[in-house]
Structure formats: C-alpha cells, structure tokens
C-alpha cells in the first residue's frame, strides 16, 4: 500500500484512479444513450416482462448487495429462533391440557368447566400448529421476496433520477439535504435490517389470526357437517355485496346516458365533463342520498380494513411508504430511502462520471506532456495547425446538418455598402439555399424574401404562417 501511494503521488498510476472513477458498466451505459434506439425492440420473456428484467449495463453497489445478505442471514437466524420458541410454547399448551385433565379426573365431575374445556383446547393445539406452521412458510417467503423487489426498486429508481424523472417522489422529497443524505447511507443498512425482521415478525401473527379465522369459520364447520349451511351464509353474503357494487355500477351507467352531453367530435373515446338535465341530477342526487349514506357506513369500514391490510403486508417495505399523501413526512425510513438513492445518484451518475473522466484524462495527457523529458522536442506547432483544421472541418459539418446557426453566428457590423455586408448577404443565401433542400423551397430567392425566408426556414412548421414573418415564393 505504501508503494502504491507514493507511485499514485508519483503520478505514475493515474490510469488506475481513471479506471476506479468510471467503471466498464458505466461507460457502456454512457454509449447506450448516445447511440440510436432500435426501431424494433427484442421481445421479452414472460419473467423479464412480470418479474426481472437483467441490465448488464447497471450494477448494484456492495452496500446493497451486503444489506440483503445479512438481511437474509438474519432472517433465517430470526425464523429458526421463532420456530423454536413456538415448538416450546405448543409443548407447555399439551403440558397445561393434560394437567386439565388430571384435575377433571381427580373431581369426578363430567359438568366442570375444567372437563368441557378440555376437547377445545385439542382443537385449539391442533389448528394453531398447523396454521403456525404454514403461516411462517408464508411470512418467510414474503419477507425473502421483499429483500429481493427492494434491489430491484433501488435499480428503477436510481435510472428514473438519472433520466431526470422525480414524478415518483412527493414534492417535499424533491430536494433533501446534504447533511440527511450522507446520515442516510450511515443507517440505511441496519435500518433495512431492522425492517426486515420486524415486518417478518408483525406480517407472520397477523397471518396466523387471519388463518385462525379461516381455520374456524370454513375448515372446521365443514369437517363437523356444517358445509351446507356454511354455503348458505357465504352465498347471501356474496349476494348483498353483488347487489351493492352492481347498484354503484348502475349508478354510472346512468350518469353517462342521461347526465353527460354528446360527444364534440365522433372520434371522441368518452362524452365531455359537462353537465346535461340539471334538473333531474338533482333530483337523482335528492333520493339516492340516503342509500349512498348507509352504503357509505360498509365502505368506510372496508377502507379501515384494507388500509390495516396494506400497512400491515408492506410494513418491511422501505422503499414505499404507508403513510396516505402529505404525510410522508412521518415515515422515517421512507425519508432514509429517499435520502439514500439521492445520494448514489449525485455519486454514481454514469453520465458525470464520464464527464469527469474525460476531463481527467485530458488533463493526464498535458501532464505527462508537460513533465516528459522529451517535451522540449515536440512539435507544438503542428498539433496547434491540426487542431486548428479539426476545429474548422467540425465546424463545416456542424454548419452543413445546422444551416440556422450560420445566421446566428458571431460578425462585425458594417454599412451596407461595405464589402463586409455583401458577405453577409452572400451568407444569408448559403443558409437559405442549404435550408431550401430540406423544405423543398425554390434555390433562387428574391432579395424581399432573402431575410424573411432564411429565418422562416428554420422556424417550426406552422409558425411563419401564423406570425408576422410570411413566407414569399417569388423567384427571380
């Protein structure tokens, strides 16, 4: 290491500190989005198009790659410990089940509650080893996803900042601080962690209260014989809300044939918001009011549950927040996300990387020129000629695909009489003969139209003839 600083001091391993800078995966991103996109696009697979799709050109960073293998290190440390723990707690439940029974033998009372109890808590002990089970395969596997879709989020994110995009951020998120970015990426990885196991944790007991209630209210009423009646009650259930989602539909079909006015145009998808027969939408909105407000009771209990439901199943997720809009704020590990990929985004760019590469390479380049032994030999008058040459054929072919930009170059103001004015209308016709092979205009302008017709040809089309500029057509 102490050779290798003193060479980099040296300034003789500067390629290496180029090379760290901008990596190979970088740079051929860099090339992608300055070459031409395929007019036909390769077809994707069903998991490129649903689940992943690999992009050789991107790499993840080793913060990432080592916050998912200790989050999935952990996990499975944390699964095994809670399948321990829950074998030891069924174990005491026979114990306490067969003390019960011990003492309801000892009474010689069949009525004791002791007695009674006894067959339920078998059912009990049953179901719930059974659910517990299948509910931490569940849990388990969504947590391992999770560590996984997040990886994936970290990619379209940090490619959405890149192309400018920040439409997927809330407003206040748009511009975070220095001081919370650098903060974020110093707890990002233990709070990811962190997240990991307790939303296996919370996401597992709420899958097994949710398996108990299927265990108790479908399972078991079928093997007791009570299939039947169980069907009855799911199929008046099933109906009620079938009537209630089929009455809002009606709803809206209504409004659109009776309350909308017709279409402006034929080819129009959807009628206007606009208003038609006032009159009877109010009388309409009058008798519906009080069906919509005891309807309104239902939903708001069903948006109460969904809500629970959600928060509960994207808890770990920290890349999304669970708060509603406008109080993102109150989410601290979705700001720690945020923070976080603004920071890689301003590091890692592909595209300021290669800026800064190219800069220091240059740079590298007069430097080895400058401290050579053999710099006083060089020919420095022929590199400044060629440069001199390479700028003007740069230039010709710059001006030959841009003929606006010749009248929007840089000259001297003289009287019109002067030699240097007539150049200047010599130029004018150039650019007015270039423009005239892309838009098909005559190669002989009038001397009226010189002026009027050079700038018009490199107007947006539409714009001349809606302006004060007119385009005239007259030859000579």
């Known amino acids: 290491m102490l050779v290798k600083a003193i060479r980099v001091?040296?300034?003789?391993?500067?390629?290496e500190e180029q090379e760290q800078i901008l990596q190979t995966h970088q740079a051929r991103h860099v090339q992608n989005l300055l070459r031409k996109p395929a007019e036909q696009k390769l077809e994707k697979n069903w998991f490129q198009r649903k689940i992943y799709d690999w992009d050789p050109n991107f790499k993840f960073p080793n913060r990432m790659i080592g916050t998912s293998i200790i989050s999935l290190i952990c996990l499975y440390i944390f699964t095994l410990a809670e399948y321990s723990v829950s074998d030891i707690a069924f174990k005491e439940l026979d114990l306490f089940k067969e003390a019960l029974k011990v003492v309801g033998e000892s009474s010689n009372?069949?009525?004791?509650?002791?007695t009674q109890s006894i067959p339920q808590i078998e059912e009990f002990n049953k179901v719930a080893k059974g659910t517990w089970f299948v509910t931490t395969f569940l849990a388990c596997a969504t947590s391992v996803t999770y560590i996984f879709h997040i990886l994936a989020c970290y990619r379209k994110h940090l490619m959405r900042l890149w192309a400018g995009q920040k439409g997927f951020l809330p407003q206040k998120f748009h511009n975070p601080s220095p001081a919370t970015s650098v903060a974020a990426i110093a707890r990002y990885s233990g709070w990811q962690i962190a997240y990991t196991l307790w939303g296996y944790l919370i996401l597992h007991f709420v899958m097994f209260i949710f398996g108990l209630c299927i265990a108790y209210g479908c399972i078991l009423p079928i093997q007791k014989g009570h299939g039947l009646k169980l069907l009855k009650g799911f199929g008046i259930s099933i109906l009620t809300i079938a009537l209630l989602i089929g009455f809002v539909i009606i709803q809206i079909v209504i409004a659109q044939i009776f309350f909308l006015q017709d279409k402006i145009s034929p080819e129009d998808k959807g009628k206007p918001l606009a208003l038609n027969n006032k009159k009877a939408f109010q009388n309409f909105s009058y008798f519906l009011l009080f069906y919509n407000a005891i309807m309104g009771l239902g939903n708001c209990i069903f948006r109460l549950i969904c809500s629970f439901v959600v928060g509960t199943w994207l808890i770990s997720r920290i890349d999304r927040t669970i708060m509603q809009r406008g109080y993102e704020g109150v989410d601290p590990?979705?700001?720690?996300?945020?923070?976080?990929?603004f920071f890689d985004h301003y590091h890692n760019n592909p595209v300021i990387l290669c800026f800064c590469h190219l800069l220091l390479a240059k740079k590298t380049i007069t430097q080895r020129k400058?401290?050579?032994?053999?710099?006083?030999?060089?020919?420095?008058?022929?590199?400044?000629?060629?440069?001199?040459?390479?700028?003007?054929?740069?230039?010709l072919y710059t001006l030959l695909n841009n003929p606006c930009l010749i009248l929007l170059r840089k000259r001297k103001t003289s009287p019109s009489n002067s030699p240097s004015c007539r150049r200047s209308l010599d130029r004018m016709t150039l650019?007015?003969?270039?423009?005239?092979?892309?838009?098909?205009?005559?190669?002989?302008?009038?001397?009226?139209?010189?002026?009027n017709g050079s700038v018009c040809a490199f107007l947006p089309q539409g714009l001349c003839e809606s302006r004060a500029v007119p385009r005239r057509r007259e030859s000579l």
């Open 9 to 15: 001091n040296l300034r003789l391993d500067t390629e």
């Open 109 to 114: 009372d069949t009525g004791n509650i002791l």
């Open 333 to 341: 590990g979705y700001g720690t996300w945020i923070s976080m990929i």
């Open 370 to 395: 400058k401290f050579s032994l053999y710099s006083q030999f060089s020919n420095t008058s022929e590199s400044a000629v060629n440069s001199k040459v390479r700028s003007r054929w740069l230039l």
């Open 431 to 451: 650019t007015y003969r270039l423009a005239s092979r892309y838009r098909g205009m005559p190669e002989k302008p009038t001397e009226s139209s010189l002026v």
